[in-house]
């Protein structure tokens, strides 16, 4: 795992995901059902991010269904970034970024300076990453 010195916080679900749940060859799944739904805010199984003690936040996650999975709005909808430097990086096994990294500023609380995000694939390198996140702030 990458985190370059950086603290990582894992922003999970109150009600974990089981392999059923992430089928999305099935129309009834948890996931498929939630990512349908734009007002679907899965609720946190952790509330005490301690973002007020940083200056840059990432955001990374895969994309489910060509956006951010709906735990991420419902984070960004929790905490107040006033100040923040926010970007994100995701993953995905056939999307691009799409709107995905847009979105969250739309629904986050306070003034932040948001940053371009960006899709990495399973090959790029720890440098090839290192090099982007340095080059945005």
């Known amino acids: 795992m990458l985190n370059f010195g950086a603290d990582l916080y894992e922003i999970r679900s109150e ?3 089981t ?3 992430l089928d999305y060859n099935d129309e009834s799944t948890r996931a498929t059902v939630e990512q349908k739904d734009d ?8 509330k005490s991010a301690n973002i007020s003690s940083y200056e840059t936040i990432v955001l990374a996650y895969p994309i489910w269904w060509g956006q951010a999975l709906h735990i991420m709005d419902t984070f960004v909808e929790s905490y ?9 990086i ?6 691009d970024i799409g709107s995905s990294a847009d979105y ?4 986050a609380k306070g003034k932040a300076e948001w940053k371009q995000g960006r899709l990495f694939s399973t090959q790029t ?4 990453i290192k090099d982007w ?3 945005l702030f």
Request: net charge negative; charged share 30%.
């Open 133 to 135: 996140f340095d080059g």
């Open 104 to 107: 969250p500023k739309e629904l």
């Open 39 to 46: 007002k679907a805010r899965p609720a946190l199984a952790d």
């Open 125 to 128: 390198s720890a440098g090839e």
């Open 80 to 88: 107040d970034f006033t100040g923040k430097k926010i970007t994100a």
């Open 19 to 21: 392999s059923h749940d």
């Open 15 to 17: 009600e974990s995901y």
């Open 90 to 95: 995701c993953t995905s096994g056939g999307s």
